[in-house]
T-cell receptor, first 114, second 110 residues
Framework: DVKVTQSSRYLVKRTGEKVFLECVQDMDHENMFWYRQDPGLGLRLIYFSYDVKMKEKGDIPEGYSVSREKKERFSLILESASTNQTSMYLC?????????????FGAGSRLTVL | KQEVTQIPAALSVPEGENLVLNCSFTDSAIYNLQWFRQDPGKGLTSLLLIQSSQREQTSGRLNASLDKSSGRSTLYIAASQPGDSATYLCAAGGSYIPTFGRGTSLIVHP
């Protein structure tokens, strides 16, 4: 089974801190995604990457950046955390470009910004 | 832009009932339709994926169908159990990026 591992399940940070959320997948998937999930708003795509060093903005990229230096790792960076970035962050990956590409999620990282 | 709607938003049923959860999408040019389960505070677990060329998929007590022409998918849960209580989300798969519905929150009470 594909495993998507998010390094931190719970984080508490202060306003203005730089925050790194790490995601690693172990099945050589090309595509990786970062979502945030908020009550009443559902899942919203922040960034996705379809290859090493490639990235595309999703629906809500403001205040975030990403890094994909290796195929298995996709990092989400909050350059200066703000309280409105308190949320559940979900990483996902999928293989290739086809109708058969199952999207596999990590367990999520719950970030609280004080 | 693809929009995905799930109805109902919440559902509470007694154990043993057969359930139908609905998912509709506005753009029928999809690659696949995927159903997920999410337990509180957890990530999403894939339940079933239907490719655009397929009509349905089954796994145990779960059956998902897809009608691209009408922009609809349904998830059928047979003989519901309290352990089925969770939020169920559908996602319509585009070229790279799936579009998610907001989910149906299901409670199955004993």
């Amino acid at each position: 089974d594909v495993k998507v591992t998010q390094s931190s399940r719970y984080l508490v940070k202060r306003t203005g801190e730089k925050v790194f959320l790490e995601c690693v997948q172990d099945m050589d998937h090309e595509n990786m995604f970062w979502y945030r999930q908020d009550p009443g708003l559902g899942l919203r795509l922040i960034y996705f990457s379809y290859d090493v060093k490639m990235k595309e903005k999703g629906d809500i990229p403001e205040g975030y950046s990403v890094s994909r230096e290796k195929k298995e790792r996709f990092s989400l960076i909050l350059e200066s955390a703000s309280t409105n970035q308190t949320s559940m962050y979900l990483c996902a990956s999928s293989f290739g470009f086809s109708g058969a590409n199952v999207l596999t999620f990590g367990a999520g990282s719950r970030l609280t910004v004080l | 832009k693809q929009e995905v709607t799930q109805i109902p938003a919440a559902l509470s049923v007694p154990e043993g009932e057969n359930l139908v959860l609905n998912c509709s999408f506005t753009d029928s040019a999809i690659y696949n339709l995927q159903w997920f389960r999410q337990d509180p505070g957890k990530g999403l677990t894939s339940l079933l994926l239907i490719q655009s060329s397929q009509r349905e998929q089954t796994s145990g007590r779960l059956n998902a169908s897809l009608d691209k022409s009408s922009g609809r998918s349904t998830l059928y849960i047979a003989a519901s159990q309290p352990g089925d209580s969770a939020t169920y989300l559908c996602a319509a798969g585009g070229s790279y990026i799936p579009t998610f519905g907001r989910g149906t929150s299901l409670i199955v009470h004993p």
